[in-house]
Every structure is written in C-alpha cells, then in structure tokens.
C-alpha cells in the first residue's frame, strides 16, 4: 500500500525534551522568575479554560444532536480541526510558562484527490483531535482550582508577611487599636480581635512568610497536573 494512501502522516516528529525549568531552591523558589511564570500559567488559565470548555461542550454538543443528519459529520470535523488549534496553542503556553517542550502530534493527511468526505472521515478518525478536545473538557475543573488557590495562597502571603510595613495604618487612619482579626456582637456581648503588640504583628508576620514558602511548593503541585495532562493528551 502507498504512503499517499494513508490517512494520517508518516513523518516521525521529534521527541520529547526534557522540562528546562528546574524547580528552584526552597529559600530562593518564592523571588524566583519561574515561580512567578508557573503562576502566571495558572491564572492566565482560569479564562482560557472557560472558553475551552464552552467551545467544546457547544460544538460537541451541536455535533452530536445533528448527528442523525449529515450536518453531525462536519459540525464534528470543524471541532476537532480547532481543537487540534487549541492544543498546538496549549503546548506553546506550557514551552513558554512551564518549560516543557512537547512535540505535535502528526498532521492529518487525505489522499490526494480523494474529495471532501474522505477529508472528513480522516478528520473524524483523528485520535489527536479527539484528545485535544477532551483536553478541553478534564482540565476545566484542574484550571479552576488552581486558579483558586494560587490566588489566594499568593494575595495572603505576602499581604500578611508584610503587616509590620503598613501596621500603623490601622490606629492612625481607621481607629483600630491594630489589624482587625474579628469583631463582631452576639447576644448582645462584642467579640473582638485585634492583631496590636509588636508580638502579635510579628507572629502574624512569620506565619505570612510561611505561607509565601510554601507557595511555590503548591504551585509547583498544581502545575504538574497540567504538564502531565499536555504531555500525555496534547502530544
């Protein structure tokens, strides 16, 4: 039989390199650039997630119910064509933020003069589209916790690590004797908490630094899931 024939190409593609950005040390990871790309992939995420996911719900969807008419097969082929699209966008995001490199899958190839339903078929039977397009589909929830998380691990972090640097807004500009913890009235009897003694504001201090040193570490953790994910569904 002809290579022409074939449905797919046969070309090899490349391997697989290896991830190029190490983790860094722990005491360097929460000022380390890679951190904060890891966490820029995570946020960026959470959007392109959710246009992911309506796209492939819809279209998949659409394709599905317009099944029993011809209108199904193109509905599906054009779905896995930008899903293809999207996965190729996907690997340059996870090369450019996580440093892993991950080669295409092969092109979808048709015989030469075969016609548009011949196209289509091969288009249909393209194992790489259809797991791009579940790509889509597994990774909505992952992106949304993630999103969560490095968020507010971030924001927590570093605004209650630095609370000795703006402390004293709180007694001169909001009379409050310090940062307020609670303060609340139940039965008639007030509940009140205040971060005020050098001590106090100092403890808070250290557990915000805590957090700031452990970010990383969580981050790290999340974005694994999605190296993992591109590697095994998007190559």
Do not use: C
Request: charged share 10%; glycine share 10%.
């Amino acid at each position: 039989m002809s290579t022409s024939a074939l449905p797919y190409a046969a070309a090899p593609t490349a391997p697989t390199a290896p991830s190029s950005a190490g983790s860094p040390g722990f005491w360097r990871a929460p000022f380390a650039a890679s951190t904060y790309r890891e966490i820029g992939y995570t946020l960026t995420s959470l959007p392109i997630a959710i246009g992911g996911f309506t796209f492939a719900v819809t279209m998949f969807s659409l394709g599905m119910g317009l099944f029993v008419t011809v209108l199904g097969l193109p509905v599906l082929a054009a779905a896995l064509a930008v899903a293809r699209g999207l996965g190729g966008a996907e690997r340059g995001r996870a090369r450019a933020l996580l440093g892993l490199d991950v080669a295409g899958p092969a092109a979808v190839e048709t015989p030469r003069d075969a016609g548009v339903w011949a196209g289509m078929r091969a288009r249909l039977s393209d194992g790489a589209g259809w797991r791009a397009l579940l790509f889509q589909f597994v990774m909505f929830p992952s992106r949304v916790v993630s999103f969560v998380f490095s968020v507010t691990f971030l924001v927590t972090g570093w605004v209650v690590a630095l609370l000795p640097a703006y402390s004293w807004v709180f007694p001169r500009y909001l009379d409050w004797p310090g940062y307020r913890v609670f303060d609340y009235t139940s039965g008639g009897e007030r509940h009140a908490y205040y971060l005020e003694s050098p001590l106090q504001i100092a403890g808070a201090s250290l557990v915000g630094l805590a957090i700031v040193f452990l970010t990383p570490k969580l981050v790290r953790a999340l974005t694994n899931i999605d190296r993992a994910a591109v590697r095994s569904m998007l190559g």
